[in-house]
């Protein structure tokens, strides 16, 4: 049994526990439908917005991004543009590739032992396609569900919802046609594109040595949060119309606890709190973090312009010259080459 990932499963079923406790047993719905989620909220914007000013004030006075191709040099010399970008241009679609395409995820590759001896390179093709999957669906899923944040919606979240949504059953009876709540595929993708990166973290020895109880909690507090969700949706009756109440009123600072919601809504919400608090102190911090990263946003232009750090204190220079005038004897004595006899 792995201690690491057995202590950050423990913390989340925890974390399931109390709210519904809180709820069932001692009735404390305005403690966790009301004071939890403004309290999350408030940690979530203001530490977002500390570590983002935080890294904006780190001084970085070099060019350092990572390169994936060439540099523009000579004229005849094939110049990656947006690869190694030398322009703002080129920086905005590198930026763009790897964020919305993870473009060097695309590019990784893994290396292993076969028959022990023989070191063979193969393309992780699945660990791109699980991260596409998670971070595409886990976006559809926080814009789906701004519908309850606003009224009226507006449309492009009805078109996305729609589109994400397709998926309706219809059920023929003798007496009737039933219609059941349309599959919203982002939900299911998200579930299991979290549970394949557990697994991988759970199962691959290279990746499971290196791995932490902070690299697992979040992967489990996701699961559980789009389990809640899907029972709520597909198992469990949830009165729609008294949960937009209850959000609207959140957001116009008006709160009231709605009424006939099970404990599972309850535990959805202090689930999605305990992310957003959670947030702005784990490596989930990488949402912001990209854009300010100088290993993306610089452009290389290090054999167009010299780069001198301006925090600099003055240091001596000794110079080849003076160190061949200083030990011109001594290095014609041992037969190094001089440049002046």
């Not at 974390?15 to 966790?32: H, S, T």
């Not at 543009?81 to 893994?110: A, W």
């Not at 791109?128 to 789906?144: D, E, G, K, P, S």
């Not at 709605?258 to 404990?263: C, D, F, R, W």
Request: aromatic content about 16%; proline content about 6%; some cysteine.
């Amino acid at each position: 049994m792995n201690v690491k990932y057995m202590f950050s499963f423990m913390a989340v079923v925890l974390l399931f526990l109390l709210p519904y406790v809180g709820v069932e047993a001692a009735g404390m719905k305005v403690v966790f439908g009301v004071m939890i989620p403004y309290l999350a909220g408030i940690i979530f914007v203001v530490g977002f917005m500390y570590r983002i000013v935080n890294w904006a004030y780190s001084p970085v006075p070099f060019r350092i991004p990572t390169t994936c191709g060439q540099q523009k040099t000579l004229p005849w010399i094939s110049h990656a543009r947006f690869d190694n970008p030398d322009t703002f241009f080129g920086v905005v679609v590198r930026m763009f590739l790897e964020v919305v395409f993870f473009r060097s995820l695309f590019r990784n590759i893994k290396s292993e032992l076969k028959d022990g001896k023989k070191l063979v390179y193969s393309w992780e093709i699945w660990l791109w396609l699980a991260a596409l999957a998670f971070h595409w669906a886990f976006a559809v899923t926080v814009v789906r569900h701004l519908r309850f944040f606003a009224e009226p919606v507006p449309m492009c979240i009805k078109a996305l919802e729609f589109l994400d949504g397709f998926m309706r059953v219809e059920i023929y009876t003798p007496i009737a046609q039933v219609g059941l709540p349309g599959v919203f595929l982002s939900g299911l993708v998200l579930l299991a594109a979290t549970m394949y990166l557990l697994a991988r973290r759970m199962y691959i020895p290279q990746v499971k040595y290196i791995s932490l109880p902070a690299d697992y909690f979040p992967l489990f507090l996701i699961i559980a949060i789009a389990l809640s969700g899907i029972i709520m949706r597909y198992f469990t009756k949830v009165d729609i119309v008294a949960v937009k109440e209850f959000t609207m009123g959140l957001v116009t600072f008006r709160p009231i606890i709605p009424k006939n919601v099970s404990a599972i809504f309850y535990i959805h919400v202090f689930l999605v709190s305990a992310l957003l608090a959670y947030f702005p102190f784990s490596k989930l911090m990488h949402l912001g973090g990209i854009f300010m990263s100088p290993t993306r946003n610089l452009t290389t232009d290090t054999r167009a312009r010299r780069h001198v750090n301006p925090w600099n204190y003055p240091v001596k220079v000794h110079t080849y010259e003076e160190y061949e005038e200083e030990f011109k004897e001594k290095m014609i004595e041992a037969g190094l080459p001089v440049e002046k006899e």
